[in-house]
Each structure stands twice: as structure tokens, then as C-alpha cells.
């Protein structure tokens, strides 16, 4: 492939500006990574919602969202992962799975949690930011590989922002018509998308770990010095899954989010004082701008998933209670 900045002289000002891009580029495709997850799982929620009378408020609240709105997040988020470090992107990456496979471990058999769905957006694309620094890490036409990345990511968000739209205003109508192919796809299978959902955010995060403990890895120059900087570390993201797996309030809706979000913080944050850099300080307060502007977006979804996921756990208990009365 023929780079077109080839012939440029190799200026220092130059080359802090290609990474400029590249960081502009990088942090595009994690927000816009965000963007289609938000979209697909504003179309599962709202269709769960049509189907339940009792959910209408929530139908209208998650269908009330603003085109202007959407593209505004997509921009901010963009630019805080690219302001955000690959060290402190790599370890919100590497925290957020420990805490998901902890929560995942410790829910009932048969049982899921949706809002992990939304709680992992800044995790996501910090994940997608940390893959792609590492996989085109040396590489020849690193800037324009992101280029095409981008552009892809920015068209799939795209047509997902279009179908949430279609379906937001439109789906009442065609699914009871059954004339709109897309609408009846979404009426046979729309119950997969979380599937769909889960095991792309598998392997979007089993790539960003790899590419995460790789990334710290390389400011090490011994394993002594490594091994003081992930001891610690590993030491507080344990105490950190403790203290969220032990707190009454953790299914508390939105408000224990963003409890959640600051306690996480406020973890790393105290971390990295210790072991970390004044830039990496820095680069967590970023990531507490992005964490609280995901969750922001996204305030109707949210409460919706904590109904959802409090729903089966309710009816499951009062079949637990009445079994052991009938036992009694």
C-alpha cells in the first residue's frame, strides 16, 4: 500500500502529529464500537418493552432519543479515548473483565445480568482503542489501516443508529402489518441480539486483555520492576471485585452505576498515585469524564436492564418461597 505521507521529511512536530491522528483515529473506533452496541441494545430493550404493558414508560423514555444527541456522544467519546493513555485504557480494560467474569460466576444458573451490557461501554472502547495500538504497533501504514477501520466502524454505527430510529418509530406499526422485512426479522429473532451481544464483547475484550498486559508489559525493563507494579495492582482489583460483589446496593439501578464508577476510580486513581506516572493520574480522571458520559447516554437503558434483571430473580425466589412453604 503506498503511503502518501512518505515523502514527508521525518520533522518531530510531524510525527507528534501522526500520532495525534492515529490516537484520533484509534479512539473514533472504540466510540463508534460503543454506538453499535447502544443501538442494538436499545432495540432488544425496546422491543422487551413493547411486549409488556406495564413497561410503556420505559418504552417511551428509550425511544426518545435524539439523532444530535447520539453524534454528539460519539464525538466526545472519540476524543476522550484519544486523550486517554494506553496504560490507564489498558487497566480499565483489565478491571472491567475481572469484575464481568466475577459477576457472571456469581449470578444463579440460568440468570444474566443486561446491564453489564452498558456498564462495560467505556471498557469496550478502551478495549478497541488498547487492540488496535497493539496489533498495528511498528506497523508500515499504521495510519492509514486506522483510516479504513474507521471508516468502517463509522458506517456500521451508522446503520445501527438507523435501525434503533426504524425501530423506535416504526416497529409498532410494520410488525403488526408484517410488510417490512427487517421488522419481521427483528420479530423471529430478535430475542438473540443479547446472544449476538455477548459474544461479541467475548472476544472484543479476550483481544483487548492480551493487547492490555501486553501494552504494560513494554514500559518494564526487568521482571522486579513488573512484578512491583502487578502486585499491587493485582492486590486492589481483588479488594475492588470484593467490595462490588459484597455491597447491598449493587442492583440498585442507576444510582449504584455510578457509586460503582467512582469507587472503581477512586481505586485506580490511589493505585496509580503509588506505582503509576502524573500523566496516568491525569489519564484517570479522562477515563471518569468517559465512564460518567457513557452512563449519562444511556440513563433509560440502564433502569430498564436493572428491571429486567430484576424481574427473574423476584419470580425465582417466590417460586424458592413457595415450594419451601408447600415443603413446611
Request: charged share 15%; hydrophobic share 50%.
Amino acid at each position: 500500500m503506498f503511503s502518501l505521507w512518505s515523502w514527508v521529511p521525518a520533522l518531530p512536530g510531524l510525527a507528534w502529529g501522526w500520532a495525534l491522528l492515529d490516537a484520533l483515529l484509534q479512539g473514533l473506533v472504540g466510540a463508534c464500537a460503543v454506538s453499535v452496541l447502544c443501538s442494538l441494545l436499545r432495540v432488544y430493550l425496546y422491543i422487551q418493552c413493547l411486549n409488556d404493558p406495564e413497561r410503556q414508560a420505559e418504552k417511551a423514555a428509550i425511544g426518545a432519543q435524539r439523532r444530535v444527541l447520539e453524534l454528539l456522544h460519539v464525538a466526545v467519546l472519540a476524543a476522550l479515548l484519544a486523550l486517554v493513555g494506553s496504560r490507564v485504557a489498558a487497566l480499565v480494560v483489565l478491571e472491567f473483565s475481572l469484575r464481568a467474569v466475577s459477576t457472571v460466576l456469581s449470578l444463579r444458573k440460568g440468570a444474566h445480568s443486561s446491564q453489564l451490557y452498558l456498564l462495560c461501554q467505556y471498557s469496550l472502547g478502551c478495549g478497541v482503542s488498547c487492540g488496535l495500538s497493539f496489533l498495528l504497533e511498528g506497523a508500515p501504514h499504521g495510519t492509514c489501516n486506522l483510516a479504513l477501520a474507521a471508516g468502517l466502524a463509522g458506517l456500521l454505527a451508522t446503520y445501527a443508529q438507523r435501525l434503533a430510529r426504524h425501530v423506535c418509530t416504526l416497529y409498532e406499526l410494520h410488525s403488526r402489518a408484517r410488510y417490512c422485512g427487517v421488522c419481521i426479522l427483528l420479530l423471529t429473532a430478535g430475542h438473540g441480539i443479547p446472544r449476538l451481544l455477548r459474544n461479541a464483547l467475548t472476544v472484543a475484550f479476550a483481544v483487548g486483555d492480551l493487547a492490555a498486559v501486553a501494552l504494560i508489559n513494554r514500559d518494564f525493563l526487568s521482571a522486579a520492576e513488573a512484578m512491583r507494579f502487578w502486585t499491587p495492582l493485582t492486590i486492589c482489583y481483588t479488594l475492588l471485585v470484593i467490595y462490588m460483589q459484597e455491597e447491598p446496593g449493587q442492583s440498585a439501578g442507576g444510582r449504584a452505576a455510578y457509586q460503582t464508577v467512582l469507587v472503581r476510580m477512586g481505586g485506580l486513581f490511589i493505585l496509580l498515585l503509588t506505582v503509576g506516572r502524573w500523566t496516568d493520574v491525569l489519564h484517570v480522571f479522562i477515563s471518569l469524564l468517559g465512564e460518567l458520559c457513557c452512563l449519562l447516554r444511556a440513563g433509560a437503558m440502564l433502569e430498564s436492564c436493572w428491571r429486567q434483571d430484576l424481574a427473574p430473580a423476584s419470580r425465582l425466589d417466590g417460586r424458592l418461597g413457595s415450594r419451601s412453604e408447600e415443603t413446611s
